[in-house]
């Protein structure tokens, strides 16, 4: 990240008939990169208020810190054994085993729209 403090934002496109995509996106400026590790507080109601300033009450709120990291970064600084455990780690199937399916995947939907 450059030296002006940019901030990554979390995006959803909205569509004209109101829908959202389910994947976000960051709109990276031309001078930055995306960003290896993103830092997410999970937000969660406790169940429990106190009182605030005017004596109204405040729910309490709890948070948690959460990190992502860009599998891309991962998958070409570690070796492929390490990368297999991380993915293992996160409930993913092995590297391999994964590109042999989605290359299943690209040949069904090519035949189907192929026509053949």
């Known amino acids: 990240m450059s030296?002006?403090?940019w901030v990554p934002e979390i995006m959803y496109e909205e569509g004209l008939d109101g829908l959202s995509s389910h994947i976000p996106f960051i709109q990276i400026p031309i001078e930055e990169e995306m960003p290896r590790i993103l830092f997410i507080f999970e937000s969660r109601d406790?169940?429990?208020?106190?009182?605030?300033?005017d004596g109204e009450e405040i729910?309490?709120?709890?948070?948690?810190?959460?990190?992502?990291a860009d599998?891309?970064?991962?998958k070409s600084n570690l070796?492929?054994?390490t990368f297999d455990l991380v993915r293992s780690a996160l409930?993913?199937?092995p590297l391999v085993m994964a590109a042999a399916k989605g290359k299943e995947i690209t040949n069904t939907v090519?035949?189907?729209v192929g026509g053949d």
Do not use: I, T
Not at 71 to 74: H, P
């Open 3 to 5: 030296e002006n403090n």
């Open 46 to 53: 406790s169940g429990e208020f106190e009182p605030g300033q």
């Open 59 to 68: 729910p309490v709120v709890d948070l948690d810190l959460h990190q992502y």
């Open 71 to 74: 599998m891309a970064a991962l």
């Open 79 to 81: 070796d492929p054994l």
């Open 91 to 93: 409930g993913l199937e």
């Open 110 to 112: 090519r035949q189907k």
